[in-house]
């Protein structure tokens, strides 16, 4: 079945550090890719999608681009801040777009 | 007053005893969730539904029932809790027309509540 890989936390990351957090995914015909984020006390939100091989999409600084070659959606951030410390999710939804498929998360800590 | 509201945040509980989690949505979406988080586990779907006469099981529905009393309102039920049902639940949200189900992928994207942090003593 369909499944979502993300590197294990923490990531702990001094202020204005580069932040990559891998993601690859296993899944049949062309799902959505999200990353959501976390933080602490709070449920999940959106932070960007993209629902096609080549999308880039991008929110508050991060980014991520559909990789259908390597099955990949890699959250990337050039210069990291205290309050981007949270747990961030990568999570997929299939063609039918009614489920949704979350890895296990990755709790980033950012120092200042 | 936020979009997805549940209820209550926070609960203790002993075995055996029954428990209802409710959500409440002011979106207007069609489809709602009921998801569990673990730690290393991430978010597991407990059930869905995408309109008050339809529910579908999740992957981790074993132990719990639901009832969609209307197109807003969604609640879990835990009939004789156990210990290992401690874990914080999250009541979610989407809108049906944000998938497209006719060619191409479609993008689900979901609203979620703060969480209910349910422990089973």
């Known amino acids: 079945g369909d499944s979502v890989t993300q590197m294990e936390g923490p990531v702990t990351l001094s202020e204005e550090a580069f932040l990559t957090i891998n993601c690859t995914y296993t899944?049949?015909?062309?799902?959505?890719l999200f990353w959501y984020v976390q933080y602490p006390g709070e449920g999940l939100q959106l932070l960007l999608k993209?629902?096609?091989?080549?999308d880039k999409g991008s929110n508050k600084g991060f980014e991520a681009t559909y990789r259908k070659e390597t099955t990949s959606f890699h959250l990337e951030k050039g210069s990291v801040q205290v309050s981007d410390s949270a747990v961030y999710f990568c999570?997929?939804?299939?063609?039918?777009?009614?489920?949704?498929?979350f890895g296990a998360g990755t709790r980033l800590f950012v120092k200042a | 007053d936020a979009d997805v509201t549940q209820t209550p945040r926070n609960r203790i509980t002993k075995t055996g005893k029954r428990i209802m989690l409710e959500c409440s949505q002011t979106?207007?979406?069609?489809?709602m969730y009921w998801y569990r988080q673990d730690p290393g586990l991430g978010l597991r779907l407990i059930y869905y539904?995408?309109?008050?006469?339809?529910?579908n099981k999740g992957e981790i529905s074993d132990g719990y029932s639901v009832s969609r009393q209307a197109q807003a309102k969604f609640s879990l039920s835990l009939e004789s809790a156990i210990p290992n049902q401690t874990a914080l639940y999250f009541c979610?949200?989407?809108?049906?027309?944000?998938?497209?189900?006719?060619?191409?992928?479609?993008?689900?994207?979901?609203?979620f509540g703060a969480g209910s942090r349910l422990t089973v003593l």
């Open positions: 979610a949200t989407s809108d049906s027309a944000g998938g497209s189900l006719a060619g191409g992928p479609g993008a689900n994207v979901l609203t």
């Open positions: 899944a049949t015909g062309y799902p959505s």
């Open positions: 993209a629902t096609k091989a080549d």
């Open positions: 999570a997929l939804s299939n063609t039918g777009g009614f489920k949704t498929i």
């Open positions: 979106k207007g979406h069609d489809r």
């Open positions: 539904s995408f309109d008050v006469k339809d529910i």
